[in-house]
Structure formats: structure tokens, C-alpha cells
């Protein structure tokens, strides 16, 4: 519990304290030429040679203020450093995720890529395929501009692994306009969620959107039901401590609400076939009255065309169980480097600039909220959306919560989890029927 202890005085402080003033006048120090990240003074060597940096990253939307404070920044350095060029590899995340596996098991890891905390990258480092970064984080303040406690995610046996570019919890979106449009209020609890849904749906309009082509999405918001119907965080960890089974009165419940919200038309017609950005833009382009996510999609919501129509709030109780104070906690996606990365020295470099550089291009691009670095700046003066304000403002708010199913369990019990939830999508099944899928998936990964 001493992580959660550090990422809530993160999450409720540093949302709204991120220190630009680390991103400024230091990132010169970061660049190439000073050999950044090298531990020495490689200036000669890096300035000499030609170097490519293959950079797999995961903000393939052009829409995202990621995808462009990410190509400015590349362009940047590569126009300081004309001898490095970077090539970008841009995937959405279960794409990214299958690339990295299949190039994990033939050790062709590109030079930086993108891993997740905790469970999901912690096979990656025991395979050695994973540079550690201490040198690279002591290197120009670096390690100072995360917010507290948040780089133990990616840290195992005392090194750190990777560097994250978010730390977020998830949240309903909601169109205020279509709201008004289907003559419904806000839900307080998760029956009046369902009644909004089959409202609107009876007016014809859509009432969520989701991509659950990539299977995560669905996971994502399960597992905060699981949250509510657990009266509290901790499940997964009570059956990893064989406290509980899978068979749980706790998991029906919440495989039960999760069918009761698809059986009342919540999402869109062939919904496992959109993928992640996909989905999010039936939201982003007003065809969808609600949209649960993690806070990472503010800024691109922000920047499309129901900016100003947006609201937000928390997912609600379910049968008077849970706090809606306590959230899906995502820490976010991160930048870990190949250890047998041909450019060990100049990776590190660039990887050291651009982190230092992220949190004042993010904030210039109305992508800042949500981000794992420290911000020192005036969101509402900076032009931020009152849907952003009302983003940050959440983050006061946050009891505690609950990781990822992925991020917990081990990679072969995630899997059938995240089939077995993705399939609830297509057909209706009995709880008991899916909680014992689950616990013989746990069981045979956990001998």
C-alpha cells in the first residue's frame, strides 16, 4: 500500500503543480551534443556518427495533442542534431502491444518503445530486455520532475526501468448538449446510469461509446464496477493473497451490472470492432452521449469539436455499494529503452530531452492534464476548458482505487480476462459461468 499512499499525494497534489520551470532553461543540458543520460561527455562520439532512433510510441491520432507535441519535439531535436534521425513506429496500444511481444521474443526490442507498470512489464525486465535508466533520470533534474512516488511503478530491484507519460484515473465524459437533447439528468447512482441509457437509446441517441476492439477498454471500465461492488479497492490482490476466488459474490455482482449496462443498448452497433481511437472519436464527434476513460483523453476532447459541450463525473455507486471518491488509478503507459539498443548512449540522450521538454509542450498543447511530470502553471489562464478545470478539480477528490486487471495479474490469467470480458460484448452469459472461466484461467497461470 506504500505505492497507492504515494500516488494519491501525487495524483490530488501534482495534477495541479507541474514544474514547467524543470523543462526550461536545463533542456539544452539534455540534448545529444552534451551526452545526456551517458554518465560522460560523449559529445564527440554522438556528434560524429550517424545514429537512427527507432521510436515505437503509441499516439498514432493525429487528433491527439500528444501525437503533435510528440512530432514537434522530434523535429526539434533532430534539427539541433542533424546527425540523429528518429523513426517513428505509431500504433494504438493493443497493436503496440502485440508488436513488442513478438519482438520481445526475438529480441528486436526498437530502441525506445512503450511498455505498462507493474505486472505488464515486469517479464520484460526479468528477460533483461530493458535498459535500467538511473543514470539517464539523475542526468539534468529529470527525476525530479515526476511526480512523487510514481517512477516505484517501473522500478524493480532498485533500478528504474522506464519513464511514464501519464498518471490518470478514470471518469464519464459526458455530451451536456445530447444530455439536454434526451431529457436526462447526471445519474447519481449506477440504476439511474442504466435508466439515462435506455432513455436515450429510446430517442435515438447513442448513449456510449467504446472501442473494445482493443479489449482493454472494456477491462478498464469492469474493473471500476468491480471497484463498486467490492465496497472498496483490493480485489485482485485478495486473490492473489487467496483471500477470495474469482467465484466471489463481488465479481458476479459486477459481471452482472456490466451485462445489465451492454443488454441495455449502452454502446454502439459492432462495438468490437472499433478500436480504441475509433470509439473515442463516436464521442469526440458528438455521436455519443457518454464516454468512460481515463483523464488521458481530456486533451483530446478538449481539441475537438464538442470542446465546451463536455462534462464530467464520477462513476457511480452500484446497489449503494462503493465510493465514488475511489477511482481506477492509471499510472500511465511508459518509455523504456532496449538494452541491447545499438545507440544506448544517444537513446538515452534524446529520451532525456524529450521528457524534460514534455511537460511545457504538453501544457502549450492542452494535453497536460493527466500527465506523470510536475506542472507549475495557470491551466484556466493557459485557455484550459472548463471540462479540463472540472478534470483536475477530480483529482482532489481521489480516496484511493484500484489498478488495471493487466497491470495486476500475470500476462496468461490478463488474457483470458480480457477475452472473457470482451466477449460479453457479443453474447449474455452467467456470471457464475464467467467467474469460473476466470478462476481456472487464474488457477492453470498460477501454478
Not at 489498478?403 to 477475452?419: I, K, R, S, V
Request: aromatic share 10%; charged share 25%.
Amino acid at each position: 500500500m506504500a505505492k497507492m499512499s504515494k500516488w494519491l499525494s501525487l495524483a490530488m497534489a501534482g495534477a495541479l503543480a507541474f514544474s514547467l520551470t524543470a523543462c526550461g532553461g536545463k533542456a539544452d543540458e539534455g540534448s545529444a551534443s552534451s551526452g545526456a543520460g551517458t554518465g560522460g561527455d560523449k559529445a564527440g562520439t554522438v556528434k560524429e556518427k550517424n545514429v537512427t532512433i527507432t521510436f515505437q510510441n503509441i499516439y498514432p491520432d493525429p487528433t491527439d495533442p500528444k501525437n503533435k507535441l510528440m512530432n514537434k519535439l522530434v523535429k526539434q531535436y533532430e534539427s539541433e542534431h542533424p546527425n540523429i534521425k528518429i523513426e517513428l513506429d505509431s500504433l494504438n496500444t493493443d497493436q503496440q502491444k502485440l508488436k513488442l511481444k513478438t519482438q520481445a521474443a526475438s529480441k528486436e526490442v526498437p530502441d525506445i518503445t512503450v511498455v505498462n507498470p507493474a505486472a505488464q512489464m515486469q517479464p520484460f525486465v526479468e528477460a533483461k530486455l530493458l535498459a535500467p535508466l538511473d543514470d539517464m533520470l539523475d542526468q539534468n533534474g529529470l527525476r525530479g520532475t515526476f511526480q512523487d512516488g510514481l517512477l516505484d511503478w517501473y522500478s524493480f530491484d532498485g533500478h528504474t526501468y522506464a519513464v511514464p507519460d501519464g498518471n490518470n484515473i478514470g471518469v464519464v465524459y459526458y455530451n451536456k448538449e445530447l444530455f439536454e437533447k434526451g431529457g436526462v439528468q447526471v445519474p447519481t447512482t449506477f440504476e439511474e446510469m442504466v435508466d439515462v441509457v435506455k432513455t436515450l437509446k429510446s430517442k435515438g441517441i447513442q448513449p456510449m461509446a467504446i472501442g473494445e476492439k482493443d479489449t482493454w477498454t472494456g477491462s478498464f471500465l469492469f474493473m471500476n464496477m468491480l471497484l463498486r461492488t467490492n465496497n472498496g479497492p483490493g480485489f485482485l490482490k485478495d486473490v492473489l493473497d487467496k483471500k477470495k476466488t474469482f467465484e466471489d459474490p463481488a465479481f458476479k455482482e459486477a459481471v452482472d451490472a456490466f451485462q445489465n449496462l451492454i443488454q441495455a443498448g449502452a454502446f454502439q452497433e459492432g462495438v468490437t470492432s472499433f478500436d480504441y481511437n475509433a470509439g473515442e472519436n463516436l464521442f469526440k464527434t458528438g455521436k455519443a452521449a457518454m464516454y468512460f476513460m481515463g483523464t488521458w483523453a481530456t486533451g483530446g476532447i478538449e481539441t475537438s469539436s464538442v470542446n465546451g459541450k463536455v462534462g464530467v463525473f464520477k462513476f457511480p455507486t452500484i446497489n449503494g455499494k462503493g465510493n465514488p471518491d475511489e477511482f481506477m488509478l492509471a499510472p500511465g503507459s511508459a518509455f523504456a529503452i532496449s538494452a541491447d539498443s545499438k545507440h544506448l548512449d544517444e537513446t538515452k540522450a534524446f529520451l532525456n530531452w524529450f521528457m524534460l521538454n514534455f511537460p511545457k509542450e504538453a501544457f502549450e498543447a492542452k494535453g497536460a492534464v493527466g500527465i506523470g511530470q510536475k506542472v507549475d502553471g495557470d491551466f484556466k489562464a493557459a485557455g484550459y476548458s472548463d471540462m479540463a478545470m472540472e478534470v483536475l478539480n477530480l483529482f482532489k477528490d481521489v480516496k484511493g482505487g484500484d489498478l488495471a486487471f493487466d497491470n495486476t495479474m500475470n500476462p496468461g490469467t490478463a488474457q483470458a480476462h480480457l477475452a472473457s470480458i470482451q466477449n460479453l460484448f457479443v453474447q449474455k452469459k452467467d456470471s457464475a459461468e464467467v467467474a469460473k472461466e476466470h478462476q481456472s484461467a487464474f488457477e492453470a497461470n498460477n501454478k
